[in-house]
Nanobody, 121 residues
Framework: QVQLVESGGGLVQPGGSLRLSCAASGTIVSINGWGWYRQVPGKERELVASITGDGGINYADSVKGRFTISRDNTRNMGYLQMNSLKPEDTAVYYC???????????????WGQGTQVTVSS
């Protein structure tokens, strides 16, 4: 099995910054990509940013220029640097990882448990 644990959420004032981290552990041969999603009550979960195995990056329009997704393949870690935060960024943030658990095996997506980000003065 694979576990993803997010950290780095919290309360920040508008204009501030947070860095979310996602640690993957368990039976992992490789991670082909990472994603960060967010969800607020009453709304669907939305993709914030993603990075593929070959480094292709995609951002939601609402966070372009403010958020940066990155990864550390040697440590099985994913990151989301969030700058110039706005109240509308308030949500529970979830990380995902596309994990290969055995050589030549399939890729499976796993989800973290979520971390709360609150942007408020």
């Amino acid at each position: 099995q694979v576990q993803l644990v997010e950290s780095g959420g919290g309360l920040v004032q508008p204009g501030g910054s947070l860095r979310l981290s996602c640690a993957a552990s368990g039976t992992i041969v490789s991670i082909n990509g990472w994603g960060w999603y967010r969800q607020v009550p009453g709304k669907e979960r939305e993709l914030v940013a993603s990075i593929t195995g070959d480094g292709g990056i995609n951002y939601a329009d609402s966070v372009k220029g403010r958020f940066t997704i990155s990864r550390d393949n040697t440590r099985n870690m994913g990151y989301l640097q969030m700058n110039s935060l706005k109240p509308e960024d308030t949500a529970v943030y979830y990380c995902t990882a596309n994990v290969v658990r055995r050589w030549n095996g399939p890729t499976n997506r796993f989800w973290g448990q979520g971390t709360q980000v609150t942007v408020s003065s």
